[in-house]
């Protein structure tokens, strides 16, 4: 349960963080957060297509995975970029509140559904019974590893839509993005014992290298902008 608690203080925490030392405003936040929610209705209806697609035409389920990631890169990010070009002259700490309000309000959704999930095995007597740490921080280390992730695309979005030499940001953004939601496509698909102390680490441990990248290449982009006088 202290896992819940977590996540519903990452979901409340950080945003709120932002609005009181004054790193980003409500606007953004609130944007980003109904940029996610339109991007996932988007996605879940013409999905059904996607996936007919996929069932149809392609083979393996890493062909499966890997087309809907691309799906998903396409409509989180296709969704972002329509929101930022439709604003005035975002700046950086409106990019980071928006990235922020869309993996605040996942995390949120999802904390109360994994919530739901362990009163449902509470009551049918199923207690997850591994002591690994992975196994059981597991759902932490996911919810940091998006919440960090949506920043981390999103402000590379943002980037390519500010100068043209920040363009290749987008292509990161799209093939790391993609890359997330791919693989956690396929684990789905493969029906993975998220028991399993070593596919956890591996699979964290995807997830977090990915979203580090990410971080790195926004830190060191904003970085450079800040020394030539851009921001």
């Known amino acids: 349960m202290i896992q819940i608690l977590v996540i519903l203080i990452l979901g409340l925490g950080i945003p709120g963080g932002l609005l009181l030392w004054d790193l980003s405003c409500w606007k953004w936040i609130e944007l980003g957060a109904e940029a996610w929610l339109a991007s996932i209705v988007i996605k879940a209806v013409l999905g059904i297509a996607i996936s007919a697609f996929s069932h149809r035409f ?20 296709g969704v972002s970029i329509y929101v930022l070009k439709t604003q005035i002259q975002p700046r950086l700490q409106d990019a980071i509140g928006f990235g922020v309000g869309a993996g605040a ?30 196994v059981i921080w597991g759902m ?19 980037l390519s839509l500010q100068y043209w030499f920040f363009i290749p940001t987008l292509l990161v953004a799209f093939l790391s993005f993609g890359s997330i939601d791919g693989i956690s496509s396929y684990a789905q698909v ?21 979203v580090l990248i990410q971080i790195l290449i926004f830190a060191l982009s904003c970085g450079a902008l800040y020394f030539l006088g851009k921001i």
């Open 140 to 158: 932490v280390f996911e919810r940091v590893s998006y919440l960090g992730g949506y920043v981390g695309a999103r402000g590379l979005v943002w």
């Open 105 to 134: 309000l996942e995390t949120l959704l999802l904390g109360v559904i994994h919530f739901y999930g362990i009163l449902r095995k509470t009551s049918e007597n199923k207690p997850n019974t591994s002591q690994d740490f992975f």
């Open 58 to 77: 392609l083979s393996t389920e890493r062909s499966m995975a890997c087309l809907w990631g691309s799906w998903s890169a396409l409509c989180e990010l």
């Open 190 to 210: 493969k029906g993975w014992n998220w028991s399993d102390p070593t596919i956890c680490r591996k699979f964290y441990g995807f997830h977090i290298s990915v």
